[in-house]
Structure formats: structure tokens, C-alpha cells
């Protein structure tokens, strides 16, 4: 009897247990797709309605999805700043500043709503991402041969190329093998066992070090490649921009803000003076394209009591730990020189490079730092 009594206690305690997990997986459940992509679901990244908008997490637009779509997403916790723009291109671009109320596009165009933050992760407009990047966007019911969660309380958030072959239904039933197994995972996912973390299990930690990479900013398709490949790893650099680049490569700095990028004003010549009206037509610059402004300056040849009266006023120096002047950043043995001249020093450290750098040498250099727990961030003012 004993025994009968146990079994049953067990049983009903595991039926109680399912009935949680269901309970949590069968609320509307929303699944994104992206062209022909049905991204993995969970509660932290579901879509939701606010304000009668409906919000998917910018993430969607990383990894094979940025391939396939040619938007790419970034995001910068400590400046609180959000940003999808086109991929390899000085186009479209949509830059979210969490402080604020609304969103701001590469043209100075502004949209409201802005984008959320929930915990980790930014969600941003679906209507408003398919308007600026003119995509066709539609949220479909799942019920009836298209339902998937076996409770009719199902959604299917998709943005897709303007000239996509399938209308919304069609392509509901064409995905349906992909939702159901993205739906499998998630509710796998909610099972106790994948929520509870093993006891005394430490929290990632971090033990590199912080390397601020500063670029001569020379020719828009160079700067370009190297925005390119700080995206694909998610880092960040400064770049040091002469009155005429400012004046002229508008799409760049402002793909460059957007992204984290840090922007400082390089200012050639040795008179303190023409120093001077060099840094002041270059904010006045950079304000028009992004309406912000930067202290960060790069003399290449003043001499030091013209870079410490520039200081006083307010103006920011940059003195590299490591000055590469003279050397490339053009592939892998190139990288594998700088980590290593990197790594000899202890702390972290501002790099100068001057210009010789191609997007493939950075990415291998982003590569090797990353493999030896090193972050590339964008250079502060403290920093310099």
C-alpha cells in the first residue's frame, strides 16, 4: 500500500510539473521569420505588443540572417545605443538612442516609436524596421491547418524581401515544419532541467584586457571594409577623421556613430592656431552629419606644448600605448605581430594604426584578440 501511495504521489508531482511547462509555452506564442528563416523561440526574445506596435529583438538580424536579409543589427550597452543599417553599404541605416523617444535614420529623418529594452535584449518596431528598409511585413494567425502549438494560440511575425514569391499564407504552410521544430526546442527549453543551472556553477569572467584600436580614416570604400569586419565580430574602434573626410563621408559617420564607433578629429599641421580652426570646422562637420560632436583629437605633428595647451582648452590627445606608424595590418602575420606586441604589454592599451589596414587584416586581428580574451572597444576620453 505503501508503495501504491508513493507512485501515485511521483505521478501526480510529474503531471504538475508538465502542466507548469505547458502552461508557460502555450500562452500566444510569436515566431519570427526573416525571408525564409524561422529563428529559434524563447521567452526572453518573443515578440510583443506595446502601445499597439509590435516589437521583435533587433538580434534577429545577426549571424546568417544579416547575410541573407543584408541588414545587420548592433548594440552598445554602455552609450545605450541601438542600430540596424545595410550591411557593406553607406545606405539605409536606422540608429535607436535608448535615452530617447524616438529613432533616427541616416537621412536626419526621425520615427516614432523608438526602440525597448527588456533585460538584455532591444526590440525594435517591426512596421518601422519594414518601412525604412523596405521590406513587406505581415503577422499571421496560426489556427486550423496552419496551427502549430496544439492550442490555436499561435503567431507568426514575418519580414521578407518586397518581391518574395509566397503570400503570408502560403508561406505559413510552407513553414510550419520549421515552427513546429522550433517550437519542440523551445518548450524542451522550459523543461525544469534546462532552467536550473548546476549548482556552483561560476558566471562567465572575463580575463583580457581592453585594447582601443584608433584608425587613420582615409579612403570611404577602406573605412567601409573595416566597419565591416569590427560588425561581424561586435567590436569597436575610434576613427580619426581629417575636416575633409568630415565634411564629406556624412553616411560613414553616421554608420559609425550608430554602430558604437568612437570618431575623433585628426588635425595636421604643427601652428596652434590652424590646429585649431581644423578642430573647429571639423565638429562643425560632424554635428551636421550626426548632430553630436567629438574631444577627441589626433596631432600627428604638434609638438608637445601645443598638445598641452590644446589639452587646457578642453580638447582630448590621443598618446597611443602602441604606435604602429610604419607597419600593415593586411593579413594574418600582420595580426599575429600585433597580438603579440599587444599581449607584451601589461593593462589595457590604445593602439595606433595609421592607415595601411585592410578589413581582412582587422578581422584576423579581431579573431587572434578574441581567442586570447581580449575586447576591442571604442576609445573614451580616459582611455586616450
Known amino acids: 500500500m505503501k508503495k501504491r501511495w508513493t507512485a501515485l504521489v511521483l505521478a501526480l508531482a510529474l503531471l504538475a510539473q508538465m502542466a507548469v511547462v505547458q502552461a508557460g509555452a502555450v500562452k500566444n506564442v510569436y515566431f519570427t521569420a526573416i525571408n525564409d528563416n524561422v529563428l529559434p523561440v524563447s521567452d526572453d526574445t518573443m515578440p510583443f505588443w506595446s502601445g499597439g506596435y509590435l516589437y521583435i529583438p533587433g538580434s534577429v538580424f545577426t549571424g546568417y540572417v544579416r547575410e541573407d536579409s543584408g541588414i545587420a543589427y548592433t548594440y552598445n550597452a554602455s552609450k545605450k545605443m541601438a542600430a540596424l543599417y545595410e550591411a557593406g553599404k553607406s545606405g539605409r541605416s536606422l540608429a535607436f538612442d535608448l535615452t530617447k523617444t524616438?529613432?533616427?535614420?541616416?537621412?536626419?529623418?526621425?520615427?516614432?516609436?523608438?526602440?525597448?529594452?527588456k533585460g538584455d535584449v532591444v526590440f525594435v518596431p517591426a512596421a518601422l524596421v519594414a518601412e525604412v528598409f523596405g521590406l513587406s511585413y505581415s503577422t499571421i494567425s496560426l489556427t486550423g491547418s496552419n496551427a502549430v502549438t496544439g492550442s490555436d494560440k499561435g503567431?507568426?511575425?514575418?519580414?521578407?524581401?518586397?518581391?518574395?514569391v509566397l503570400q503570408a499564407g502560403q508561406f505559413a504552410d510552407a513553414a510550419k515544419s520549421q515552427m513546429s521544430a522550433r517550437y519542440e526546442q523551445y518548450l524542451k527549453s522550459k523543461e525544469p532541467s534546462a532552467q536550473t543551472p548546476e549548482a556552483g556553477q561560476a558566471e562567465e569572467s572575463f580575463d583580457g584586457k581592453s585594447v582601443y584600436l584608433c584608425f587613420r580614416a582615409t579612403e570611404p570604400e577602406t573605412v567601409s571594409a573595416l566597419l565591416d569586419a569590427l560588425d561581424r565580430q561586435n567590436c569597436q574602434a575610434a576613427f580619426f577623421c581629417t575636416?575633409?573626410?568630415?565634411?564629406?563621408?556624412?553616411?560613414?559617420?553616421?554608420?559609425?556613430?550608430?554602430t558604437g564607433q568612437a570618431v575623433g578629429i585628426l588635425a595636421e599641421g604643427t601652428d596652434g592656431e590652424a590646429i585649431r580652426r581644423q578642430l573647429?570646422?571639423?565638429?562643425?562637420?560632424?554635428?551636421?552629419?550626426?548632430?553630436?560632436?567629438s574631444r577627441l583629437v589626433?596631432?600627428?605633428e604638434a609638438d608637445a606644448p601645443t598638445a598641452?595647451?590644446?589639452e587646457r582648452q578642453?580638447?582630448?590627445?590621443?598618446?597611443?600605448?602602441?604606435d604602429r606608424t610604419g607597419y600593415s595590418l593586411r593579413g594574418s602575420s600582420n595580426a599575429s605581430a600585433l597580438l603579440?606586441?599587444?599581449?607584451?604589454r601589461r593593462g589595457d592599451l590604445s593602439v595606433w594604426l595609421d592607415g595601411d589596414v585592410s578589413g581582412a587584416g582587422l578581422g584576423a586581428f579581431l579573431t587572434a584578440a578574441k581567442n586570447a580574451e581580449d575586447r576591442c572597444l571604442a576609445l573614451t576620453e580616459p582611455a586616450a
Do not use: H
Not at 314 to 322: H, N, P, Q, R, V
Open 102 to 117: 524616438y529613432a533616427q535614420d541616416n537621412q536626419g529623418n526621425t520615427y516614432y516609436p523608438t526602440a525597448i529594452r
Open 155 to 164: 503567431w507568426l511575425v514575418w519580414l521578407r524581401d518586397a518581391d518574395y
Open 243 to 258: 575636416v575633409e573626410f568630415l565634411e564629406k563621408q556624412g553616411d560613414l559617420l553616421r554608420r559609425m556613430t550608430a
Open 280 to 293: 573647429e570646422q571639423g565638429n562643425a562637420a560632424l554635428y551636421r552629419a550626426t548632430c553630436g560632436q
Open 298 to 300: 589626433y596631432l600627428p
Open 308 to 310: 598641452a595647451e590644446l
Open 314 to 322: 578642453g580638447w582630448c590627445c590621443l598618446d597611443a600605448d602602441i
Open 340 to 344: 603579440q606586441k599587444v599581449s607584451s
